[in-house]
């Protein structure tokens, strides 16, 4: 496992989001925090981006899967977002801090922490 991680904070996105009637009417922003867990050491000697993780290609391709989705749990878009982090970027684990401001009127903040590692490859 990697001990180093590229991170990406702060990445709002409207999107279709909520349980309730009046929230699958409307667009709301999450917030998308994440550590990616990946080898640095190559990119680190070759100075080259093709030896590392593309934050801005992974950035773009996040915003629009969360921009055109439609999910009632925030639980099930987090998941969405770590399934296509594994499966399409050289991450061996991602750490996702999935957030929805305003949605409970008396808190900052509310959301969901989770992980994902990828799947051992098989022979």
Not at 15 to 24: H, N, S
Not at 66 to 88: F, H, M, P, T, W
């Amino acid at each position: 496992m990697a001990l180093e991680h590229i991170f990406i904070e702060g990445l709002a996105v409207q999107t279709c989001i909520g349980v309730y009637d009046w929230e699958r009417e409307i667009r709301q922003t999450v917030v998308l925090d994440l550590e990616l867990h990946t080898d640095l050491q190559v990119a680190a000697q070759s100075d080259g981006l093709a030896d590392t993780v593309d934050y801005k290609a992974l950035s773009d391709r996040l915003v629009a899967l969360v921009g055109s989705a439609r999910y009632g749990l925030i639980e099930a878009l987090g998941q969405a977002i770590l399934n296509c982090i594994l499966d399409e970027f050289p991450v061996s684990r991602a750490r996702l801090r999935l957030s929805k401001p305003g949605a409970v009127s008396a808190a900052r903040n509310v959301g969901v922490v989770m992980e994902g590692v990828r799947a051992p490859a098989r022979d």
